[in-house]
């Protein structure tokens, strides 16, 4: 469970950006932003959790990570899209979603949502988001994986 809970933990030279994936891209997505981020991603333990039964938990989520940078994956169902979480240099944030940004525009085009949701910076926010749960933390509670 503490492993879980660290990965809550703020750093002032880094942002957390959050964005969903239509379930028929996330292999891709999680593969090309681990390349982006120089993260090793386990294409099985990824499947794993993609193909799993159950509708939330540890089997319904996933991370991969590097020093203090990692990616999150929360496939919960029943759900029509994933959810993925990224914590990375805020210098950097711009280009990691622009190197996923041709899968988000496919659920964009499909359901219609406005492109500037994604890349709110959860890890500073702004004083309108302040009211707004954090989606990591979010996800850890729904999947009971913290309190």
Same mark, same amino acid.
């Given at each position: 469970m503490m492993e879980y809970q660290r990965l809550l933990e703020r750093f002032d030279d880094m942002s957390l950006i959050v964005t969903l994936i239509l379930p028929e891209h996330?292999?891709?997505?999680?593969?090309?932003?681990?390349?982006?981020?120089?993260?090793?991603?386990?294409?099985?333990?990824l499947i794993a959790v993609l193909e799993s039964s159950d509708t939330k938990w540890k089997n319904k989520v996933c991370y991969f990570e590097r020093e203090r940078e990692f990616v999150y994956?929360?496939? #919960?169902k029943p759900q029509d899209m994933h959810q993925v979480i990224i914590r990375c240099l805020s210098s950097e944030k711009e280009k990691i979603y622009n190197s996923f940004y041709q899968w988000v525009k496919l659920r964009q085009e499909l359901y219609g949502q406005p492109i500037n949701n994604d890349i709110i910076d959860w890890m #500073?926010?702004?004083?309108?988001?302040e009211k707004v749960i954090n989606p990591l933390l979010a996800s850890l509670q729904y999947n009971e994986i913290i309190d």
């Open positions: 996330t292999v891709d997505v999680i593969k090309q932003i681990g390349k982006t981020m120089n993260i090793a991603i386990n294409p099985e333990q994956i929360d496939c #919960h #500073h926010p702004a004083e309108k988001y």
